[in-house]
């Protein structure tokens, strides 16, 4: 129960999420201190429950971009589907972990919503040296994802900084630490740049206050990324 109680007071400091909150407002993309939303342990659990979970490789989006990306899909939203999470039980299992209550109050206190959000995709993301993921705009994949919220879980690599183009003019790199959320807006595009050394790994989900089939209309309906 104390350590519970502790875990809500670390992640329910109305300073820290009403700051988080207005750099997301002001710069459309923040990061997350290691230790806010995630634990050490939370960290570990989701590294062992996405063994479990088959892995594949993505060389092309939703949209026709390009990408060299292995991928493992926990929840998915096809066109004309509704979300669903993928067979077995570490999807579930990850999926229960992330919309913990307190985690998902404070997500929603940082992305200013007045009711919970719905997680509509969520994957894991492993990049090897060489690989990348190419400049690319979330909302292609479903026109209801509102946020991405990326969680680092590599330590060592090079490269595979995460860079944002708010405009035609100016580009933002974040080069997260281990631990560490960066929380970004479905509506800039953005990047993954090429790992040059070690391997770059995140679980990726992407929230929206609506739920049901997703509206996106496509004559391929591969699931890309």
């Known amino acids: ?60 989006g939703d949209a026709g971009d390009s990408h060299n990306v292995f991928v493992k899909r926990v929840r998915i939203d096809p066109p004309g589907r509704p979300p669903t999470n993928v067979h077995g039980k570490a999807p579930g299992q990850i999926i229960e972990l992330l919309e913990r209550k307190d985690r998902s109050f404070a997500l929603k206190k940082i992305l200013g919503a007045s009711s919970d959000y719905v997680i509509r995709r969520c994957q894991m993301h492993r990049l090897p040296p060489g690989s990348f993921v190419g400049i690319h705009l979330d909302a292609e994949s479903d026109p209801d994802f509102e946020y991405s919220v990326i969680v680092q879980l590599a330590r060592d690599f090079e490269g595979g900084e995460f860079v944002v183009y708010p405009n035609a003019y100016e580009q933002q790199v974040f080069r997260p630490p281990f631990g560490a959320v960066v929380v970004t807006t479905c509506r800039i ?37």
């Open 1 to 60: 129960m104390a350590r519970a109680m502790n875990d809500r007071s670390r992640l329910l400091s109305e300073e820290a999420l009403t700051k988080y909150r207005i750099e997301l407002l002001v710069k459309g993309t923040v990061v997350i201190a290691p230790q806010t939303l995630f634990t050490q342990d939370d960290l570990a659990r989701i590294d062992q429950l996405q063994m479990e979970i088959p892995e594949e490789e993505v060389r092309v």
């Open 189 to 225: 595009r953005h990047e993954v740049k090429p790992v040059h050394a070690g391997e770059r790994r995140s679980l990726v989900y992407f929230c929206s206050k609506r739920g049901g089939a997703n509206r996106r209309i496509i004559e391929n309906t591969a699931d890309g990324l």
